[in-house]
C-alpha cells in the first residue's frame, strides 16, 4: 500500500522563524517521485518541487529547503526566516514512477502552516 | 499566460438539484483532473482524462457524478441529483504529458476550485 502521512496538522510561528514540514511516505516501489504543493488562501494549489527516488541529493530554493531521506522515508520540507506570505496549507504526494494508466497522486493530508507577524 | 480557469468560483445550490462545474485547462495541456477537497477525505482525484479520453473515473463516487471533456480546451463535473454530502471544493488541474504511456512525473497546474455548498 503507498500512503503519504505529515503529522503535523497546524504550525504556528512568528515571522523570522526556521520551520520544517515532516513528510513520510511508504510505498513497494522502488522508484517514485514526491511532491510539495503549497495552497495559500486565495485556494489553488501549487506546485514547488518535485523529487524522483534516484536523486537523494537535498534541493535549496532561495528559503526553502528539502531534505529526501530514502533511508527513513521522509521528504521534509524547511522554510527559512518565514515570512507571512508563507502562510498556507502545503501537501506532500506520492506517485509511482511508471503506473501505466496509474496516474493517482497519493496525497497527505497537509500542514496548515501560520506564520504571524 | 491564462492559467486553468475554473467557474463558477462558488456554487450554493439546494439538494436535489443538477449542479454542472466548468474548466478551461492551460492552453496546450493533454491532461486534465478533476479533484474534489474535503477535510474529512483530503484531496481525492475523481477522474482523469488524457487527450480528451476518460482514463481512470475510479474516483467517481456514483452513478451521480459523471464528467466530459469534448474539446481540449473544455471540461465539465456535472451530479445530478445533489446531495449535502457532496459539499466541498472542486478543482480542476491540468498538465502536459510529454510521454505516451505513463506520464506519473508531470507537475499539475490547479485551477483556484468550486466552493460548491448543498442545502
Known sequence: ?117 | DAGVIQSPRHEVTEMGQEVTLRCKPISGHNSLFWYRQTMMRGLELLIYFNNNVPIDDSGMPEDRFSAKMPNASFSTLKIQPSEPRDSAVYFCASSLCRTTGSCTNEKLFFGSGTQLSVL
Request: proline fraction near 3%; charged fraction near 20%.
Open chain 1, 1 to 117: 500500500a503507498q500512503k503519504v502521512t505529515q503529522a503535523q496538522t497546524e504550525i504556528s510561528v512568528v515571522e523570522k522563524e526556521d520551520v520544517t514540514l515532516d513528510c513520510v511516505y511508504e510505498t513497494r516501489d522502488t522508484t517514485y517521485y514526491l511532491f510539495w504543493y503549497k495552497q495559500p488562501p486565495s485556494g489553488e494549489l501549487v506546485f514547488l518541487i518535485r523529487r524522483n527516488s534516484f536523486d537523494e541529493q537535498n534541493e535549496i530554493s532561495g528559503r526553502y529547503s528539502w531534505n529526501f531521506q530514502k533511508s527513513t522515508s521522509s521528504f521534509n520540507f524547511t522554510i527559512t526566516a518565514s515570512q507571512v506570505v508563507d502562510s498556507a496549507v502545503y501537501f506532500c504526494a506520492l506517485t509511482p514512477y511508471n503506473a501505466g494508466n496509474n496516474r493517482k497522486l497519493i496525497w497527505g493530508l497537509g500542514t496548515s502552516l501560520a506564520v504571524n507577524p
